[in-house]
Structures are given as structure tokens and as C-alpha cells.
């Protein structure tokens, strides 16, 4: 392989934050939604290529103290999501279930860096474990220009999981965002959709700013 070109992750290695069983050993597309029109609630739901449910994210939008819910096919809480405040990197916090105790916390995210350019997408990944963050477990890079990221295994070129948004009539005439996502062989189905909503939840956010 050429220097600086990216890999896809090995079919012998298990990647693993929020639990086992959402790694499956082939590449898997699914489809995130997020239905705009909502009021009240923050909504995503995943679905995979037979259009069956397989997460979704509820909670309540309020612009202090952001906080949504990631629940699986039966509707039990997987994890939870929280925006903390007052943070000039946008850093989310991620917890076991419902909780939100310093001790259930499975990982954080935040931008790279303070200053980024207004289409450019950078976000570091550390997880719990890892209290000095000297270097990120996870990356996430891309353009939101071209509305696509990859997700990367650590500081390393080998990427777990991509994606695009999907443009089309009915994102238009439903209301809605939608986002391609392919990840791949064991890799954690969970985590990975946990990233793409808070990278898009980050983004609206910095759209919200430039409007104030």
C-alpha cells in the first residue's frame, strides 16, 4: 500500500465501545433519518438495507443542556448522549444507558481544534479510559461541503466506517436529513452511529451560532 493512502480495517479485529453484538463480521450500510419537523423531540432513526429499525435516538433539543438517548430495535436504552456546556470544542459526553455519573462514562468527542474552517469537519474521540487523551482512540474527518466524513481507528489511515448524506425528493418533501452510512466488518454498529449524530448535532449547532 502507498504511503498515506487509507485502509479498511481487518476482518480479524473486533472493534468494540458499546457492546459486542452490534458488530457484525461483513461490511453493513444502514441509513440514519433525522425528521427536521420534529418539535418537541430530537429524532433519529437507523434503519439497515431492509429498512428495518435498528436504533434510535430520542431526547429533548434544548439549547443549554442537549441530551438524547440511544435506544436499540426493542426500544431499551443503550446509551446516552449529552452536550456539556460552556465548551469552546463542542465536547459531547456519552454514557452507559441512561445514566449520566462520571463512572458510566464510555467516551467523549470534540472538535480537534477551536478554529476550523466553516466547511471542515475534524473531531477527536477518546474513550473513557483514556484520561491524559495524548492521542485520540477515534477520528473523524471529512467535508461538510461534500456532506461526507470517515471515521478512523485511532491516529491511523485505517478507516472503520463512512459517510455521505443522501439527497433526494424525499429528504426534501418529508423533512428530513438523511445519511449514508457503511461500516465495516467488526465494528461496533452502535458507536459509529453514535459519531454521525453528534458530528451532525455539532455542525447545527455552529449553523445556529453564525445566525446569532
Known amino acids: ?47 439497515d438495507a431492509s429498512e428495518n429499525i435498528l436504533f434510535q435516538i430520542k431526547g429533548k433539543p434544548l439549547r443549554v443542556h442537549e441530551r438524547h438517548v440511544l435506544l436499540d430495535s426493542s426500544l431499551n436504552p443503550l446509551v446516552s448522549l449529552q452536550q456539556k456546556i460552556l465548551t469552546a470544542h463542542k465536547r459531547w459526553h456519552v454514557f452507559r444507558g441512561d445514566s449520566s455519573e462520571p463512572e458510566d462514562l464510555l467516551f467523549s468527542i470534540k472538535k ?6 466553516k466547511r471542515e469537519l475534524d473531531l477527536d474521540v477518546f474513550l473513557a479510559s483514556n484520561s491524559k487523551e495524548d492521542k485520540c482512540d477515534f477520528k473523524v474527518k471529512g467535508s461538510w461541503f461534500e456532506r461526507s466524513c ?28 438523511m445519511f449514508s452510512v457503511t461500516i465495516y466488518p467488526n465494528v461496533d454498529q452502535a458507536l459509529v452511529v453514535c459519531l454521525v449524530v453528534i458530528l451532525d448535532e455539532i455542525h447545527s449547532d455552529d449553523e445556529a451560532d453564525e445566525e446569532d
Do not use: N, W
Not at 452490534?22 to 425528521?35: E, H, N, W
Not at 480537534?112 to 474552517?117: A, E, K, L
Open 112 to 117: 480537534s481544534s477551536m478554529v476550523q474552517f
Open 150 to 177: 470517515s471515521i478512523y481507528a485511532g491516529e491511523s489511515l485505517t478507516i472503520i466506517a463512512q459517510m455521505r448524506k443522501k439527497h433526494g425528493l424525499q429528504s426534501i418533501v418529508l423533512g428530513k436529513d
Open 1 to 47: 500500500m502507498a504511503e498515506g493512502e487509507s485502509s479498511y480495517l481487518s476482518m480479524t479485529e473486533l472493534v468494540t465501545v458499546i457492546d459486542s453484538q452490534f458488530c457484525a463480521p461483513y461490511p453493513v450500510d444502514l441509513t440514519i433519518v433525522r425528521k427536521v419537523y420534529t418539535v418537541t423531540d430530537a429524532y433519529f432513526a437507523v434503519t
